[in-house]
């Protein structure tokens, strides 16, 4: 099993932030500043409104959905993160994204079951897909669910992480990653940077 979270965050600025935790205005003045034209990773703030209503609108599912399967979260709203390595995230960032990012690579073990959920891929991206179930690449057995960590574990141990062998037919916009919502901020405090 992959034992390492991935946390992908904006250089110059505070990485475990949550948009949802914070007032609608100071959440839009924040995405108004992460937007950066041409990278595939900021442009999904081109719309902060728009973003913004969909992300509240997805973490409502994946809390509710979380709590449904026993998760505990200690907090509103969740940080998110990457398990393990993505390929996506090695071969579609371009230079403007990766002239603009950090990342921060946490061990699995420093979170319980009850502080982590998944989903596959990317929570906006899952619930559109679920949504949309384009016939093309629509995979029901994962767009629209929420997993606990024994879950994905199983999946990773019969099919490997997405986008090497298997979830390659995704359009390349699409954030192609199993991602993880840490729903315990606490353990995260020691990996700040100083």
């Known amino acids: 099993m992959i034992d390492y979270l991935i946390h992908v965050y904006k250089k110059d600025t505070e990485p475990f932030r949550s948009l949802s935790a914070l007032s ?7 995405m108004e500043a992460l937007y950066v034209k041409g990278s595939i ?67 699995l073990s420093a979170f319980s079951e009850c502080d982590l959920s998944f989903t ?15 016939p093309k690449y629509y995979l ?9 960590l024994s879950e994905i574990r199983s999946i990773v141990e019969t099919n490997g992480l997405p986008g090497w062998t298997w979830g390659t037919n995704l359009p390349s916009r699409l954030a192609n990653y199993i991602e993880v919502q840490v729903w315990n901020h606490e353990p995260l405090l020691i990996y700040k940077p100083k």
């Open 24 to 30: 609608e205005a100071e959440a839009l003045g924040i």
């Open 41 to 107: 990773f900021w442009e999904r703030f081109e719309n902060p409104a728009g973003y913004l209503q969909l992300r509240r609108q997805v973490e409502e599912w994946l809390r509710s959905a979380f709590i449904a399967k026993g998760g505990m979260p200690q907090a509103s709203y969740p940080i998110y993160m990457v398990l393990g390595s993505s390929r996506w995230l090695q071969t579609m960032l371009d230079p403007i994204t990766l002239g603009t990012t950090v990342q921060i690579q946490i061990p």
């Open 120 to 134: 596959y891929p990317d929570s906006m991206v899952s619930f559109l897909l679920s949504n949309e179930k384009n």
């Open 140 to 148: 029901p057995e994962y767009y629209g669910r929420v997993f606990t």
